[in-house]
């Protein structure tokens, strides 16, 4: 069973760069202006820019793998089904999907591959499960 599929990359931490380091110091900064009444508590609770840019990165990474984990469970989940389809609709299918010359062509992820599975259900009359992320 061959699938097109467009891949997910990985979830990478950003480079620090002076750049990056300036434009937290100056958010810090005009945050401790904003609160000029509290100024000197302001800067006590704020972070570093350095810790900022890291809390930044580490929340990306795990947001980022979140989603790769979904797209990896939607998938699964997608495949489980067409294999309880019968051949003769599982290969209609796949034939429609892998087809290059097809004129809407949608982004190959496991999102839209469910979508085009639940319209061609609908329209060959499969009952089709709902779809359970574990």
């Given at each position: 069973?061959?699938?097109?599929?467009?891949?997910?990359?990985?979830?990478?931490?950003?480079?620090?760069?002076?750049?990056?380091?300036?434009?937290?110091?100056?958010?810090?900064?005009?945050?401790?202006?904003?609160?000029?009444?509290?100024?000197?508590?302001?800067?006590?609770?704020?972070?570093?820019?350095?810790?900022?840019?890291?809390?930044?990165?580490?929340?990306?990474?795990?947001?980022?793998?979140?989603?790769?984990?979904?797209?990896?469970?939607?998938?699964?989940?997608?495949?489980?089904?067409?294999?309880?389809?019968?051949?003769?609709?599982?290969?209609?299918?796949?034939a429609r999907?892998?087809?290059?010359?097809?004129?809407?062509?949608?982004?190959?992820?496991?999102?839209?591959?469910?979508?085009?599975?639940?319209?061609?259900?609908?329209?060959?009359?499969?009952?089709?499960?709902?779809?359970?992320?574990?």
């Amino acid at each position: 069973m061959k699938i097109r599929f467009q891949r997910m990359l990985r979830a990478t931490r950003r480079t620090v760069t002076p750049r990056r380091i300036a434009a937290a110091k100056r958010f810090l900064a005009k945050e401790r202006e904003r609160h000029a009444l509290f100024a000197d508590q302001v800067a006590e609770e704020q972070p570093t820019a350095a810790e900022r840019l890291e809390g930044f990165d580490l929340g990306y990474v795990e947001l980022w793998t979140n989603m790769r984990n979904l797209h990896a469970c939607q998938w699964r989940e997608a495949r489980a089904i067409l294999r309880e389809w019968t051949e003769e609709h599982r290969n209609a299918f796949l034939a429609r999907w892998n087809d290059e010359t097809r004129r809407f062509r949608a982004p190959m992820t496991s999102s839209y591959f469910l979508c085009e599975m639940r319209e061609y259900a609908r329209k060959n009359g499969i009952q089709m499960r709902e779809v359970v992320y574990a």
